[in-house]
């Protein structure tokens, strides 16, 4: 046995693993596993910016190398081909080189949606936010453009931004706020409250806050705080952009977002959120069924929230049952299609993610009510905390149960 090779070989899968942004568990057992069914002993140490993969040689001397992991995003499809490709090697060991060639071959060989795509799901997704956060038919068209500016910013103007996402990110909030803002004096939209929302929800970190919360539940402690370093980094950005346009705009047009009261209430908001995740879906190139997979998801979870609030002391309650049903959902998706549950769970869990309070947290900053700051941004922090352990806890449940049952974890 090459113990080079084979170290590399598994370096290299938990690289793009990781650049296809699963979490620090799933990175370190994918690795763990591979490297156990070609009879070795691993030692695998990740965080979100390095991978340290280590095994000892027949004579005992350990060998080691580790993996600078740059800024990336999520890439859905990726994750499922190097989840399916480390499952067959873990079942069927292949020959080194012959596995080596494989690894290589799953970023050539991923599917990739092509920029007008991207495009069309950024509006989409902005416009039918604005319709689940109440908007008009004005308002969705609206926020269509705003979010079509958005993603032209964020995939055309990594040459002049570079992989700084606070800069990227603040620029992007003070296109979408300042597009709301004129679009609303223009007569196109309606309420640039929910113009302006809607768009922020295609910049709201919903990805690495669920991962930061799972991984120090999970107990990898630097992990977790990394990623909550980078969901406060860009939660910064975001109301900094916010407030640019808000400053020199003027103040809002003073809209509110009403309850749901009746039958059609409950069934509009529910197909707003699937039709803006399948949206969001092509944001992280999640191909096939697995888009469709993710709307009905987030359909679940808005649905469940909304009956929840009727019969629960507050919101705070209504979206941990909505997380628990979401993440009971995307487990069960998981293991019917074979596929890691990573982008069912984070993708559904968007409509629930607090950009409409981080968006008003800041407009009571900027107008100077501190006391209304505060408090909606406490509220803030403790519906996506309940949101985390929501979905973390059927996680959790089934990983400790399902081994019983001879199952997979997923």
């Not at 950005?237 to 039958?263: D, H, K, M, W």
């Not at 879906?281 to 999640?286: D, H, K, S, Y």
């Not at 959790?396 to 997923?410: M, V």
């Amino acid at each position: 046995m090459d113990h080079d090779k084979l170290l590399n070989l598994g370096a290299e899968l938990g690289r793009r693993l990781m650049t296809s942004g699963a979490e620090i568990y799933r990175v370190e057992e994918s690795v763990d596993r591979l490297l156990s069914a070609y009879g070795a002993t691993a030692q695998v140490f990740a965080i979100p910016t390095c991978l340290i993969v280590s095994v000892n040689t027949p004579e005992g001397h350990p060998v080691t190398r580790m993996c600078r992991i740059p800024a990336h995003g999520t890439d859905i499809e990726l994750l499922e081909r190097c989840n399916a490709l480390c499952r067959r090697l873990c079942r069927e060991p292949l020959p080194l080189e012959e596995a080596q060639v494989l690894v290589e071959r799953l970023e050539p060989e991923c599917r990739q949606f092509s920029p007008w795509v991207l495009l069309l799901g950024y509006a989409a997704a902005a416009s039918f936010f604005s319709l689940f956060f109440g908007g008009s038919a004005r308002d969705w068209l609206a926020a269509a453009l705003c979010g079509a500016a958005v993603g032209a910013c964020l995939l055309f103007g990594q040459p002049f931004t570079g992989s700084n996402v606070f800069f990227r990110t603040l620029i992007c909030s003070a296109v979408a706020a300042g597009m709301a803002l004129l679009l609303v004096r223009s007569g196109l939209g309606q309420s640039q409250e929910c113009i302006t929302i809607g768009t922020l929800m295609v910049l709201v970190p919903g990805m690495a806050l669920t991962n930061a919360m799972r991984e120090i539940m999970a107990g990898d402690i630097i992990s977790g705080l990394t990623r909550t370093a980078e969901v406060l980094l860009v939660a910064t950005a975001i109301a900094l952009g916010t407030a640019i346009p808000l400053l020199f705009g003027g103040a809002l047009s003073g809209s509110t977002i009403a309850a749901p009261q009746c039958f059609t209430d409950y069934l509009l908001p529910c197909l707003w959120a699937f039709c803006a995740c399948v949206g969001f879906g092509l944001e992280f190139n999640i191909q096939g069924r697995g888009i469709l997979i993710c709307g009905c998801g987030a359909a679940l979870g808005w649905l469940v929230y909304l009956l929840s609030t009727h019969f629960l002391a507050g919101d705070i309650p209504a979206a941990f049952l909505a997380a628990a049903s979401i993440g009971l959902y995307s487990e069960v998706m998981a293991r019917v299609r074979r596929c890691p549950v990573t982008g069912y769970l984070q993708v559904a869990l968007l409509p629930l993610v607090p950009g409409a309070g981080i968006y008003h947290a800041m407009q009571y900053c900027v107008s100077g009510d501190t006391q209304l700051f505060l408090s909606t941004l406490l509220h803030t922090l403790g519906f996506a905390a309940a949101l985390s352990v929501g979905a973390m806890l059927i996680t959790s449940l089934l990983r400790a149960l399902l081994p019983r049952f001879h199952l997979g974890i997923h």
